[in-house]
């Protein structure tokens, strides 16, 4: 006689049940593509020597295999070769499709506290200082582009609420990719958690189906329909960003190209927005040859990709030297990646933007910005600020330059 408890149709898990079940130490992500929410630590997957992520994530999967319901791999990895990762089996996965847009008229509320303390590193003017060092590096020909972004350490009056912070950035933009990872370093007494919501898909796999959205070249949205047709008309038409984006395009498809029989890569790039950004968009499309091949899992897609010219420069060594140089503050898992790949390869990995790095009461966050021949300094600099809003916002700082004046 089987058991009713067995036989009970299991419960369909809705997104938002997932994104309120979310505490720090779980894994959180979600997209168009659906909402994934892990717990609890089956194994660690951890990269050494030659060995890389994908292939330690392809071992870890395969001991998992028959012991867990649905083996996945999730987590992120830092911006720089050998920094530092945060991958787990999780003991636990559930799924739910893609957060529902919110009811309208009702407005998102701030998760941060009521007080902010903001320190700048570098200071706007030393940073518009280190764009002009960079074109002098492109015009020397040493670059073609380089990717230089500063940071905010934000350290408020009582710890930051994760949860909060999360739950409001999935309901500003449902159809982002928003994120919270678990990234205590070892030792470390408090809780670190990695949150975001990125516009940018570095890879994701279903089947042998594949798909990488490169953005680059961005205006800051205005909030006015008539200043922000004609921001998305300058950028349309500008010859500066839309070499910046061909760039990454291209860089992305010859990637990627190696791995498919088939590619399609669009003629001309497209205008996509965020609640705070315009960006230049062009979503590439493949089929791969050997789906079947542990080396063209999501993660060793993603491995392969990153950096892009999107979030590093060209030629990616010479861009990651000089942002090294030129960046006073390490940018950890900023621009890295975090997603989730499972045991047949399948999986989604974005580019870590538009994030922070939450710990008790500080918050640690980057912005951006692709510095070409052509740049102004304090343009870039504008980008940047504009960049932030997307946090601070969730986090109750409205006004990123008067945040940063009151330093």
């Given at each position: 006689?089987?058991?009713?408890?067995l036989d009970r149709p299991r419960p369909a898990h809705r997104a938002a049940d997932l994104l309120a079940a979310y505490l720090p130490g779980s894994f959180y992500f979600s997209s168009p593509r659906g909402s994934l929410l892990a717990d609890g630590v089956h194994s660690f997957v951890r990269a050494a020597g030659?060995?890389?992520?994908?292939?330690?994530?392809?071992?870890?999967l395969d001991a998992a295999a028959g012991v867990l319901a649905e083996p996945v791999v999730a987590g992120a990895i830092g911006f720089r070769p050998g920094a530092a990762s945060s991958l787990v089996v999780p003991a636990v996965v559930r799924r739910a499709g893609a957060p529902e847009a919110p009811l309208p008229g009702a407005a998102p509320t701030a998760a941060g506290p009521a007080t902010w303390t903001v320190t700048p590193r570098p200071a706007p003017d030393a940073y518009a200082d280190g764009v002009r060092?960079?074109?002098?590096?492109?015009?020397?020909?040493?670059?073609?582009?380089v990717v230089l972004a500063r940071c905010l350490r934000l350290t408020a009056d009582a710890p930051v609420p994760v949860p909060a912070l999360l739950a409001g950035l999935v309901r500003a933009d449902p159809a982002t990719h928003a994120f919270a990872v678990d990234v205590t370093a070892p030792g470390d007494p408090a809780t670190r958690t990695l949150v975001g919501a990125s516009p940018e898909l570095l890879?994701?796999?279903r089947g042998d189906r594949v798909v990488a959205n490169p953005l680059a070249g961005s205006r800051p949205r205005?909030?006015?329909?008539?200043?922000?047709?004609?921001?998305?008309?300058?950028?349309?038409?500008?010859?500066?960003?839309?070499?910046?984006?061909?760039?990454?395009?291209?860089?992305v498809a010859e990637v990627l190209g190696r791995f498919c029989g088939e590619l399609h890569v669009?003629?001309?790039?497209?205008?996509?927005?965020?609640?705070?950004?315009w960006h230049l968009s062009s979503r590439i499309t493949g089929r791969l040859a050997d789906p079947a091949d542990?080396?063209?899992?999501?993660?060793?897609?993603?491995?392969?990709?990153?950096?892009?010219?999107?979030?590093?420069?060209?030629?990616?060594?010479?861009a990651r030297d000089t942002i090294a140089a030129l960046e006073p503050e390490d940018r950890g898992y900023y621009a890295g990646l975090v997603g989730w790949t499972g045991l047949g390869g399948d999986g989604e990995w974005v580019v870590t933007i538009r994030s922070a790095e939450v710990c008790d009461r500080t918050v640690r966050l980057f912005a951006g910005a692709g510095i070409v021949a052509g740049s102004d300094p304090e343009a870039e600099l504008a980008e940047t600020t504009a960049k932030f809003a997307t946090m601070l916002r969730a986090l109750g700082v409205r006004d990123a330059a008067a945040a940063e004046g009151a330093a």
């Open positions: 006689m089987s058991s009713p408890v030659r060995r890389s992520h994908a292939r330690a994530a392809a071992e870890a060092r960079a074109l002098e590096l492109i015009g020397g020909g040493d670059l073609d582009k890879v994701a796999r205005a909030g006015d329909r008539a200043v922000d047709r004609e921001r998305v008309a300058e950028l349309t038409a500008s010859e500066k960003d839309r070499d910046e984006h061909a760039h990454v395009a291209a860089q669009p003629a001309e790039p497209e205008v996509v927005g965020t609640p705070t950004m542990p080396g063209s899992s999501s993660l060793a897609l993603a491995e392969a990709l990153h950096p892009t010219p999107a979030v590093c420069g060209v030629p990616t060594a010479r």
